[in-house]
């Protein structure tokens, strides 16, 4: 960041072995997400859910939680085992401590999923 400290964090969780714990698991995670971010004390401005039947677009969710410093956003292929999710802040919030939250919460619910990657990035 060239001297300076980052204003913002950006974590990408990535996993295989996902498997939907729940029937209509798009609105399962949707939840996961939510209640993650108000713990951590995070302002949600709007939530949102899209699940996929295979018709248009591979089975599967989208998710998203717009925060006022940015975004925690979730994608899973169901057919094929994978999951994504994001989570982006700026200002005090810490993305690291919200990504363990939710990969606790993932994986407690999903025992037999696998963490395949784990990156974060420093924004501004």
């Not at 713990?39 to 717009?66: C, I, N």
């Not at 005090?92 to 401590?97: F, I, L, N």
Request: hydrophobic letters at 35%; aromatic letters at 8%.
């Amino acid at each position: 960041m060239n001297g300076t400290e980052a204003r913002g964090g950006h974590v990408v969780l990535d996993y295989t072995g996902y498997s939907p714990p729940f029937e209509g698991d798009g609105e399962w995670m949707l939840q996961v997400l939510r209640n993650c971010v108000r713990r951590a004390g995070v302002r949600e401005v709007h939530s949102h859910v899209e699940q996929f039947d295979g018709t248009e677009s591979p089975p599967g969710f989208a998710a998203v939680v717009l925060i006022d410093e940015s975004h925690v956003s979730a994608h899973c292929y169901s057919d094929s085992g994978l999951l994504a999710i994001d989570i982006f802040t700026c200002g005090g919030s810490d993305p690291s401590a919200l990504a363990d939250d939710i990969h606790r919460e993932v994986a407690n619910a999903v025992p037999e999923i696998e963490l395949a990657g784990r990156k974060m990035l420093d924004r501004f």
